[in-house]
Every structure is written in C-alpha cells, then in structure tokens.
C-alpha cells in the first residue's frame, strides 16, 4: 500500500510549496468526477502533509519500525478493503495508548464515518477542531461529518469557516453548495458556486464548477438557467483538448436524459453544444439526428398512430425510424436494427393484408413512407417479394442473440425462422403527466421522487 507521499509522487524531504503543487498537479491527473477514489487518496495525503503538525506525526509513524507503524498500516488496508470494523478495534486501541496522536484520531474518524457511525465521526472532529483551530482539513472534516449527519446548518457555518482557512479547496465549495441544495435553498447553492469561479482558476475545477450548476439546476427543474453554465463548458472545451472529449461525452448524456424528460427543445440545444465541441463524434451526430427527428415527426407521428386503417404493424415500424431508442426501450442501434428487420419480415409475410395500409400511408403520410419507401417499393413486385423472404428468413439468425434478450426462450424455440422471436409491441409514447424530481415519490416513501425511485 502506498504512503502519502507516494501518492503525490513527493519524498520525505518534499517542501510544503513542492506538496502543494503536487496536489495540483495530481487532482488535475485524477480528477473527481472520473476517479473518485484516487481523488479521496490524493485529498487525504494532501491534507496531512500540507499540515505542519500532521505531517510530522505521520513522519514519526512511518518512520518508526515498530508496532505502531504495522498497527496503522493494517489499519488503512482494512479500511481500504472495507473491513471497517477490524480498523476500528486497532485505532481504538491505538488512540487509548497514544490519546494526543492526531494522525490516529483523522484516521479513526473517517472509518467511523464509513461505518456509519456518524455520531462518533462528529465526536471526535470537534475534539480536532478545538485542538487544531486553524487546520482547514479539520475544519472540511468537521462540515462533511455534519452534511452527512443532515444537520444543514451547522455544516454550511462549518464550510464557510474552512474556506476562510483554505479558499482554494474545492472540494469545500462543492461540499458548502450540497449543504445548501440539501436545505433546498437553490439560490444560494447557485451563489455559493458563483463565488467559487472566482477564485478557483484551474480549468479542470472551472469544469466541475459548471458540472455541479447544471445539476443543481436540473435538481430543481430549472431547465431554462442549465444553459448559461452549459455554454461556458463548451467554450472551454473547445479551447482546450484536455478536456474536449469528456465534456462532449457529459453533453451527450444530458442531452440523452432531456429526451427522457421530453425537454426536446433544451435537450436540442445541449447536443448542438457538443457539435461544436466535436462536431464529428459518431455519438453526437446521432443523439442530434434523433431529436431532430423527433421534433419534425411527432406530431403526425401520433396522428397517423391513432389512424384506425394503418395497420399497427406499420405503426411499429415508422417508429423504429422517427423515435428515439430511449422511447423505444432499446439499448442500442443494433437491438433497433433487429427489431426493424423482424418487424419487416412480419409486414412481408403479411404483405396482402396490409397492402392497402401501405398505399394509404403513401398517400396520407408522404413523409412516413419515405422514410422506408425502397422496401415498401419491393414488396409489389411478387419476384422481389419471394426474394426478400428468403434472404430475411435466412438473416434472422444473426439477431437471435437480440431477440432472447426481449423475449422468454421457450418462444425463441418454437420457430426456427425467427418469426415468433418477435411480437409487435405498440411503441409508447407518453402522454401522462411527468413526476418532477422534487415531487413526493410514487412508491408512498415519503421522500422527495429524486431522493428514492428518482435517484
């Protein structure tokens, strides 16, 4: 296991500039959004090395050969691998023997907090506070302890007085503007971040800065102020290759869940966003093709959806092509290309039934038809017709694999052809009313819908 040290990459003999510039460096290498726990490593190695006092404490430990040295080693393993109980027997033990040893008590009490014991975690961060006032690690330990605890208030006093101590940590404004999201103050959860891009410089916090806005703002259903902080991630990813592909993937995603929403205009905005950012990312390109389609087609969508003489099986297979794959319940473009082509074979081996269905589409709803206008084309010539049933019914094997994922096994048995793989299902497209995230939650919890079923 690793010492502090060498999780900044320092010596023994490192300065507190050559530490805190490690910490720099490191955070900006593992950045928390995508690696979480080596962010909480490198946070925790800076917290006590950059302070004189810990630092010192943990030099004496480590460089001891000695049992109090395999003692607090054995017990960051077992916290490590979650074995929190066994941690807390030997740092109890070691704290009775040594009850002045900070590094002992820093330690115990994060493994309190992990055991969800918050009530000692608290415990025994106050007792460093009073013994180290001007410590801002003690301090953020101390706010964390109380957010985790849901004692609002006493952890936004607690913040606020770590980044007196320490502004450019922001992990503390982050930690401050949850306090306030958990009190549902959302203007000063906002405020708190504002202020923060002002003194935070780094490209890579500035990032997280704007992340954290707009989830705030979604949080809150604040759809409309999501794209002031959405427009500076993209200007800065477009001026810097360092962050470029994530924040086009973030993008991506978002617009992704705006579409669940149904916040088709926003959800809009945010991919051409991540265009400009990539504008050739193969993702990108389809979640905006998607949208784009959605909002040219859905009003006649659901007209010709609730017209009685087009047959549902042609219903099914214009949605394929006009709804996006999260309407659908597909995972992904091929479960969408499977189930084109046994929605396709079911219209060809039922051709004469729905011939005049298809004529009707053609003539009603010129744009549907179209859409799938070369097969619909072959299907009246009985030579490309008998053709196509032999090359679809020799081609249904391939999509058996995707078939069985959709359907119970003893169905996937009782045709060889792939036929009874597939039962046209009605597309759904929604039309009750949508749960807000700040709703009371369907399931009678109690709870807030984002805080239960909604999380």
């Known amino acids: 296991m690793k010492d502090y040290y060498e999780i900044l990459e320092l010596t023994a003999l490192s300065s507190k500039e050559d530490i805190k510039r490690a910490y720099f460096k490191s955070v900006r290498k593992y950045p928390p959004d995508r690696f979480e726990v080596e962010f909480m490593n490198i946070r925790k190695a800076y917290e006590i090395l950059s302070n004189e006092k810990t630092r010192k404490q943990y030099d004496s430990i480590n460089n001891l050969d000695s ?49 969800s014991n918050s009530g000692k975690a608290l415990t025994v961060y106050e007792e460093l506070t009073l013994e180290e006032p001007e410590n801002s690690a003690f301090a953020g330990y101390l706010a964390n302890a109380y957010l985790n605890r849901g004692w609002h208030k006493k952890a936004i006093l607690a913040y606020n007085k770590a980044i007196e101590l320490d502004s450019d940590n922001i992990s503390l404004w982050l930690g401050l503007s949850e306090a306030y999201v958990e009190s549902n103050e959302y203007l000063n959860a906002r405020d708190v971040l504002e202020k923060a891009l002002e003194v935070v410089t780094d490209i890579k916090d500035n990032t997280i800065i704007y992340l954290e806005l707009v989830t705030i703002d979604m949080n809150f259903e604040m759809f409309s102020s999501i794209h002031k902080p959405i427009d500076k991630l993209a200007e800065l990813a477009i001026n810097s290759d360092e962050i470029k592909v994530d924040i086009t993937s973030t993008l991506s995603d978002l617009a992704s869940y705006l579409m669940q929403m149904e916040r088709m205009e926003d959800a809009k905005k945010v991919i051409e966003k991540a265009a400009k950012i990539l504008p050739k990312d193969e993702v990108v390109l389809h979640i905006k093709i998607e949208i784009e389609n959605y909002m040219r087609y859905i009003d006649d969508f659901r007209k010709m959806k609730e017209d009685k003489k087009i047959k549902q099986e042609i219903v099914d297979l214009i949605a394929f092509n006009v709804l996006p794959n999260n309407e659908l319940g597909m995972h992904d473009e091929e479960e969408k290309e499977a189930m084109t082509h046994f929605q396709e074979y079911i219209i060809l081996d039922n051709y004469d ?57 003893d169905h996937s048995e009782a045709n060889e052809d792939g036929l009874n793989y597939y039962q046209p299902q009605e597309p759904t497209v929604r039309e009750e009313s949508k749960i807000g995230r700040n709703d009371p939650c369907p399931c009678g919890s109690g709870k807030k819908y984002k805080k239960c079923c909604g999380k």
């Open 67 to 115: 049992d109090v040295k395999e003692n607090y080693s054995l017990a960051r393993t077992y916290m490590e691998e979650e074995e929190l109980n066994k941690a807390i027997k030997i740092l109890e033990k070691m704290q009775k023997e040594d009850s002045k040893s900070l590094i002992v008590k820093v330690l115990l009490a994060e493994v309190y907090l992990k055991n």
């Open 353 to 409: 039934n729905d011939k005049t269905a298809i004529k009707k589409l053609e003539k009603d709803y010129p744009d549907f038809y179209a859409l799938k206008a070369e097969f619909f084309s072959k299907l009246t010539n009985n030579i490309e017709r008998k053709k196509l049933q032999v090359e679809y019914k020799q081609q249904s094997g391939k999509y058996k694999h995707i078939a069985d994922r959709f359907f119970d096994e």
